[in-house]
């Protein structure tokens, strides 16, 4: 979780200058008491372990240069899938909400690592960079991230995988998962260090798996097993706490029917050093190697249990800063009274920005200018993809550069691969979709399943809206959004930050759609058929 490194860097100097570091807050959680499965059934369990930003490709690479023994080992003994869709933006939180509920963001409600609420007037940000945290609000990116994000955000109606599973009578847990929302009460115990500099409270009640591990801020092994969860440790949200909490539960006979581990070393990286860096990878691979060895042998973990390792976004190479691949939309924009970061929209606000890398909600407020022309404004900078909006009822997309345009919307005669029906209009290129007449069926190219990912950031929140995202090599900024020059980035739609890796072990069952939206589907599937077959044999 980005957001525990910068606040690191940024509270830490406060806490020494006021003087209120001190004993911790210990967690009072009693997990490991009600996480064994009451079924008492000795059935397979699954693990399900989300690698933030591994990606297909070096996958590749490692295991042709023999570095990877690990993933070789699972890919060979199970199912190895290239081209797992993501959700949009590709961004971790709004990808997580997906993967956990089974849903785009037009039913979770959670539409990206920072956006605009007009119910609140104010910016929704969840941590992206040291500044953008400052000029946002210390308080509020914690409140918005610990408190409101599966409090509040993640929507109600929409169901969990933690709930759904209840509702079988299985048992569950998450370790470090940002969206961890089910049916369990917990809480969270805030350090000293932080209450000291922040308005948060000791304690913060939430609801969660039977097993919620979730840094030092939840710790249910806490006395019973040394992990890395000190300041310097990031708190605990590193691969090392994950995979040691993991390899705890196996050895003592504590797996709940399904567990998810987040695995949140590999992005950092990745973004310092560009999509090509191995070496980060070849220590996830070792992570990983431990955590099947926790079972007694690589064999016996595949006889145990379903181990379903993925990735969550691509990363695109952000060109070298003598490139410019920085585009900064408060200089496109700069004739428009632009939203300050922190501050609260009022009728003299134009236009908000919610920059999520390479992609960026441009919210028009009070311009008396068209949704349309303040695309045509955004259309004319050539490093940016393309620019699109909704308008009663359809969905516009603008190519910038040639100002061509297609627009569609949901139900019509052309269908697509997933099942979903279509009406398109215009040029059907702008989002790269080979339509065939005859057959009246179309395909996916640069942007996978696009039509259905672009509606569902578009029905994600209220407001009146454009999407933009930035051509591969490029960024987008607002304010004080952090740049990657030289590095990698996400947030767009298009193949190389939307295709993710797949590898499925401990069982013949294939999943139905490969996207991330169907993992959930899948692993209930797996879940309730190994229940079914436990009880026929009882």
């Known amino acids: 979780m980005r957001i525990v490194k910068w606040l690191i860097l940024i509270v830490l100097p406060l806490m020494l200058c006021s003087g209120c570091y001190g004993s911790e807050v210990k967690p009072k959680e009693n997990d490991l008491l009600f996480v064994k499965s009451k079924t008492g059934r000795q059935s397979k369990k699954v693990i399900l372990l989300l690698v933030d930003t591994l990606m297909y490709q070096t996958i590749d690479k490692g295991i042709k240069q023999n570095k990877l023994p690990t993933l070789q080992y699972l890919i060979d003994h199970g ?35 920072i956006w605009y609420s007009a119910n609140e007037n104010k910016i929704i940000a969840y941590g992206t960079g040291p500044v953008e945290i400052l000029k946002q609000g210390v308080d509020s990116v914690l409140t ?47 350090p000293r260090w932080i209450k000291g500099t922040t308005g948060l409270p ?22 019973l097993k040394s992990l890395p969860d000190a300041l310097t440790n990031r708190m605990g949200f590193n691969n090392e706490y994950t995979v040691e909490t993991v390899k705890y539960l ?5 797996l709940p029917d399904f567990l998810f581990a987040y695995l ?47 990735g969550d976004s691509g990363m695109s190479q952000i060109l070298p800063a003598g490139k410019k691949p920085v585009i900064d939309l408060t200089k496109i924009l700069n004739n428009y009274r632009l939203l300050q970061p922190g501050a609260a929209a009022t009728r003299e606000t ?15 407020l009070n311009t008396n200018e068209s949704i349309s022309d303040i695309a045509n ?87 009146d809206f454009l999407i933009v995202t930035a051509k591969k090599g490029y960024e987008l900024v607002g304010h004080s959004s952090p740049t990657h020059r030289g590095g990698g980035g996400h947030g767009a739609l298009h193949q190389t930050e939307s295709l993710i890796p797949l590898i499925i072990s401990g069982t013949d069952e294939k999943p139905g759609y490969r996207r991330i939206v169907d993992i959930k ?16 044999k009882d």
Not at 264 to 292: M, N, R, Y
Not at 521 to 536: H, I
Request: no cysteine; charged share 25%; proline share 5%.
């Open 79 to 113: 199912q190895y899938y290239k081209d797992l869709v993501s959700s949009f933006p590709t961004m971790s939180v709004t990808i997580d909400s997906s993967l956990l509920t089974g849903t785009y963001p037009d039913k979770h409600r959670v539409p990206g690592l």
């Open 144 to 190: 918005n991230a610990l408190i409101d994000l599966n409090g509040k955000h993640l929507d109600q109606h929409t169901e969990t995988i933690y709930e759904q599973l209840k509702k079988e009578g299985l048992k569950t847990g998450s370790i470090n998962g940002i969206i961890y929302r089910g049916p369990v009460d917990h809480k969270l115990s805030i």
């Open 202 to 223: 000791a304690e913060i009640n939430v609801k969660g798996p039977d097993f919620l591990s979730f840094g030092a801020l939840s710790n249910p092994l806490e006395g």
């Open 250 to 254: 196996i050895q003592n006979n504590k």
């Open 264 to 310: 949140p070393d590999l992005d950092q990286e990745i973004h310092k050093k560009g999509p090509s860096e191995l070496d980060a990878v070849i220590k996830v691979d070792q992570q990983l190697q431990s955590l099947l060895h926790a079972f007694g042998s690589p064999e016996e973990a595949l006889n145990k249990a379903t181990i379903v390792i993925v």
């Open 350 to 364: 134009d236009i908000v920005l919610a920059v999520n890398e390479t992609m960026a909600y441009v919210y028009k």
């Open 377 to 463: 404004v955004l259309k004319a900078e050539a490093r940016i993809d393309f620019i699109s909006w909704k308008e009663d009822g359809w969905i516009h997309v603008v190519q910038a550069g040639t100002s061509q345009q297609l627009k569609y919307k949901p139900n019509g005669p052309i269908s697509d691969s997933y099942g979903q029906s279509w009406t398109i209009e215009q040029h059907p290129e702008v989002l790269d979709l080979r339509i065939n007449q005859n057959k009246k069926t179309l395909e996916y190219g640069e942007y996978p399943d696009g039509l259905r990912r672009l509606y569902g950031a578009f029905h994600s929140h209220e407001g």
């Open 521 to 536: 589907s899948y692993l209930l599937q797996l879940l309730t058929n190994d229940l079914k077959n436990s009880e026929s």
